[in-house]
């Protein structure tokens, strides 16, 4: 255990419980060689809950298309695809994930995963995303790319756009005043897997653990800071926080004060300056530079908030991944952490937020452990006939007896289009290309979820279906041109060849004879318009559900 972060007193919130101390100890690097790999310890305390049989293993198709969503952003191309099918080594499964988590396309990936979660379609900058591409390419520490976001340097031209999280939430929307309410949610949302602003007024009315204070001491840390003027990037200043924030719930007329404060953790005394003293580096009014406290309470929460013994720091992070590569948190929602919403499997996020403590908040390294169990490589099919895949297939997501399905981001549906319709090698993705980031908005704007609200579930839309139908760039790919999908499809005089190329092109998997049969019948029944036959095939599967998740 790190030196740095001597134990204090327990706390159920502040603290790592003794389980989970035990863990951290116990699974530390040096203990590594006494226990078995994480992927193993996944597998047997999912094994343990489950309650009944299992799914069986997924497909190298199904298993392939499904690590390629997750760790690259995109489908696998036609030729990907098939050197996988065609391989038989035994540990190719291995080998796969790790050359993906090594590839550029995991490092967009991961950038758009961290965008999207931190930002929820707030608006982006060059700046953040400068940030974020560098972080994810760097295989930066969580703890520490939250130090840099809690605590904008804006001296540091790699990560001073991190403040890009603060600024966008202290921006003015039309006459409303800015939302610090919202502001406070979000740091207790995103880095602690908690929302107090229902504690903004009163004690949470049915979270027992949600006290109004916890909502003020975040706001101690927050309120005082704005957007600022002085400089053309996104960057934060403060005012000077000179005394305690004074709060009073509607139920209880008794005046309260708070400093600032984290969840179940200690108060920070606010210190007394002289007039004029207060700020470390003085405002500029010339310059309109707010100046720098002394007092600095962003610096404090990056300080306190992401560490390995702030147990709801640890736990928001481990849950968050695994929901990110199993479809499920082991709490949900993954902003509602509290003993009357317990985890599915409280062993195992204690478990793995332990784990990626002690491997120094790696996410890379946890994902990998994750995507190697026999959990998350299970079958979201099930057998015709399989008694064992029939009882899998009803016992709750919660269990993870069957892998669930997941429906796909803006971002990975654009690439996994462009990948299937292209002429069959791997896709090359430049998101900074204009013509990228124009088509990145259309696919935002029918599929992305609203402003300020996560992407967590599944939430199909007319908006997303009249898309599909209609957008003249989408169908316009569709067309043959040079060496597309249509253009080979059309090259193709059997029907049996097509149907397996376009099946592998756009599902990921080789199609069935039933399918087969049914391409043929379709064909030859078009036989004088066989391009319009040929191009309302590849629609119909870019369209399916079988395209639109990851299953």
């Given at each position: 255990?790190?030196?740095?972060?001597?134990?204090?007193?327990?706390?159920?919130?502040?603290?790592?419980?003794?389980?989970?101390?035990?863990?951290?100890?116990?699974?530390?690097?040096?203990?590594?060689?006494?226990?078995?790999?994480?992927?193993?310890?996944?597998?047997?305390?999912?094994?343990?809950?489950?309650?009944?049989?299992?799914?069986?293993?997924?497909?190298?198709?199904?298993?392939?298309?499904?690590?390629?969503?997750?760790?690259?952003?995109?489908?696998?191309?036609?030729?990907?695809?098939?050197?996988?099918?065609?391989?038989?080594?035994?540990?190719?499964?291995?080998?796969?994930?790790?050359?993906?988590?090594?590839?550029?396309?995991?490092?967009?990936?991961?950038?758009?995963?961290?965008?999207?979660?931190?930002?929820?379609?707030?608006?982006?900058?060059?700046?953040?995303?400068?940030?974020?591409?560098?972080?994810?390419?760097?295989?930066?520490?969580?703890?520490?790319?939250?130090?840099?976001?809690?605590?904008?340097?804006?001296?540091?031209?790699?990560?001073?756009?991190?403040?890009?999280?603060?600024?966008?939430?202290?921006?003015?929307?039309?006459?409303?005043?800015?939302?610090?309410?919202?502001?406070?949610?979000?740091?207790?949302?995103?880095?602690?897997?908690?929302?107090?602003?229902?504690?903004?007024?009163?004690?949470?009315?049915?979270?027992?653990?949600?006290?109004?204070?916890?909502?003020?001491?975040?706001?101690?840390?927050?309120?005082?800071?704005?957007?600022?003027?002085?400089?053309?990037?996104?960057?934060?200043?403060?005012?000077?926080?000179?005394?305690?924030?004074?709060?009073?719930?509607?139920?209880?007329?008794?005046?309260?004060?708070?400093?600032?404060?984290?969840?179940?953790?200690?108060?920070?005394?606010?210190?007394?300056?002289?007039?004029?003293?207060?700020?470390?580096?003085?405002p500029d009014k010339k310059t309109r530079f707010p100046g720098t406290p002394k007092f600095n309470t962003l610096k404090l929460l990056a300080e306190q908030l992401p560490t390995p013994d702030n147990r709801l720091f640890t736990r928001n992070i481990a849950n968050r991944l695994w929901w990110l590569v199993m479809g499920r948190?082991?709490?949900?929602?993954?902003?509602?952490?509290?003993?009357?919403?317990?985890?599915?499997?409280?062993?195992?996020?204690?478990?793995?937020?332990?784990?990626?403590?002690?491997?120094?908040?790696?996410?890379?390294?946890?994902?990998?452990?994750?995507?190697?169990?026999?959990?998350?490589?299970?079958?979201?099919?099930?057998?015709?006939?399989?008694?064992?895949?029939?009882?899998?297939?009803?016992?709750?997501?919660?269990?993870?007896?069957?892998?669930?399905?997941?429906?796909?981001?803006?971002?990975?549906?654009?690439?996994?289009?462009?990948?299937?319709?292209?002429?069959?090698?791997?896709?090359?993705?430049?998101?900074?290309?204009?013509?990228?980031?124009?088509?990145?908005?259309?696919?935002?704007?029918?599929?992305?979820?609203?402003?300020?609200?996560?992407?967590?579930?599944?939430?199909?839309?007319?908006?997303?279906?009249?898309?599909?139908?209609?957008?003249?760039?989408?169908?316009?790919?569709i067309k043959p041109d040079g060496e597309n999908l249509a253009a080979r499809l059309l090259k193709q005089a059997d029907a049996s060849a097509l149907a397996d190329e376009l099946y592998l092109s756009v599902l990921s998997r080789p199609p069935s004879e039933e399918e087969k049969s049914e391409v043929a019948s379709f064909l030859?029944?078009?036989?004088?318009?066989?391009?319009?036959?040929?191009?309302?095939?590849?629609?119909?599967?870019?369209a399916s559900n079988e395209f639109c998740v990851n299953h």
């Amino acid at each position: 255990m790190d030196n740095r972060y001597p134990p204090k007193t327990p706390d159920p919130f502040r603290l790592a419980s003794l389980t989970t101390v035990s863990l951290l100890l116990a699974f530390s690097p040096a203990a590594a060689e006494e226990s078995p790999p994480l992927f193993a310890r996944i597998d047997q305390l999912i094994a343990a809950s489950a309650g009944g049989p299992v799914a069986g293993q997924s497909s190298d198709a199904e298993f392939c298309r499904r690590v390629y969503l997750d760790l690259a952003g995109r489908i696998p191309s036609l030729e990907e695809t098939r050197a996988f099918l065609a391989n038989g080594g035994a540990d190719k499964r291995a080998k796969l994930i790790d050359r993906l988590l090594a590839s550029d396309d995991h490092v967009r990936r991961m950038s758009q995963v961290l965008h999207v979660m931190l930002m929820e379609r707030l608006g982006d900058h060059a700046d953040w995303q400068k940030f974020l591409r560098g972080s994810v390419k760097a295989n930066k520490p969580w703890d520490q790319l939250v130090r840099e976001l809690l605590n904008p340097n804006p001296d540091d031209e790699a990560t001073r756009g991190s403040a890009l999280w603060f600024t966008k939430r202290l921006e003015n929307y039309g006459q409303n005043p800015v939302d610090v309410p919202g502001l406070v949610r979000d740091v207790g949302r995103h880095f602690l897997g908690i929302d107090v602003q229902c504690a903004q007024c009163h004690d949470h009315l049915f979270v027992d653990e949600y006290k109004q204070e916890f909502y003020h001491g975040l706001f101690a840390f927050v309120g005082s800071t704005s957007i600022r003027q002085d400089v053309k990037f996104p960057a934060v200043g403060q005012k000077p926080l000179e005394k305690k924030v004074e709060f009073m719930s509607v139920f209880v007329q008794k005046p309260l004060t708070v400093g600032p404060k984290l969840p179940g953790g200690t108060e920070v005394e606010i210190p007394t300056f002289g007039k004029g003293e207060e700020f470390e580096q003085p405002p500029d009014k010339k310059t309109r530079f707010p100046g720098t406290p002394k007092f600095n309470t962003l610096k404090l929460l990056a300080e306190q908030l992401p560490t390995p013994d702030n147990r709801l720091f640890t736990r928001n992070i481990a849950n968050r991944l695994w929901w990110l590569v199993m479809g499920r948190g082991l709490v949900e929602p993954l902003d509602l952490g509290h003993a009357g919403n317990p985890p599915s499997h409280p062993e195992l996020l204690d478990l793995l937020a332990s784990e990626l403590a002690a491997h120094q908040f790696d996410m890379r390294w946890l994902i990998r452990e994750i995507v190697l169990s026999q959990t998350y490589q299970r079958s979201s099919m099930v057998s015709e006939g399989s008694a064992a895949d029939d009882a899998a297939a009803a016992v709750p997501a919660a269990k993870y007896a069957v892998a669930l399905e997941k429906q796909l981001a803006s971002e990975q549906l654009l690439a996994s289009v462009r990948q299937a319709l292209g002429d069959g090698k791997p896709l090359t993705i430049d998101v900074a290309d204009k013509s990228w980031t124009d088509w990145q908005a259309k696919f935002d704007k029918a599929l992305a979820n609203p402003p300020r609200e996560p992407e967590v579930g599944h939430n199909p839309t007319v908006k997303a279906a009249l898309f599909f139908m209609n957008d003249p760039t989408l169908l316009a790919w569709i067309k043959p041109d040079g060496e597309n999908l249509a253009a080979r499809l059309l090259k193709q005089a059997d029907a049996s060849a097509l149907a397996d190329e376009l099946y592998l092109s756009v599902l990921s998997r080789p199609p069935s004879e039933e399918e087969k049969s049914e391409v043929a019948s379709f064909l030859a029944a078009r036989a004088d318009r066989r391009e319009k036959a040929v191009t309302s095939l590849i629609w119909s599967l870019l369209a399916s559900n079988e395209f639109c998740v990851n299953h």
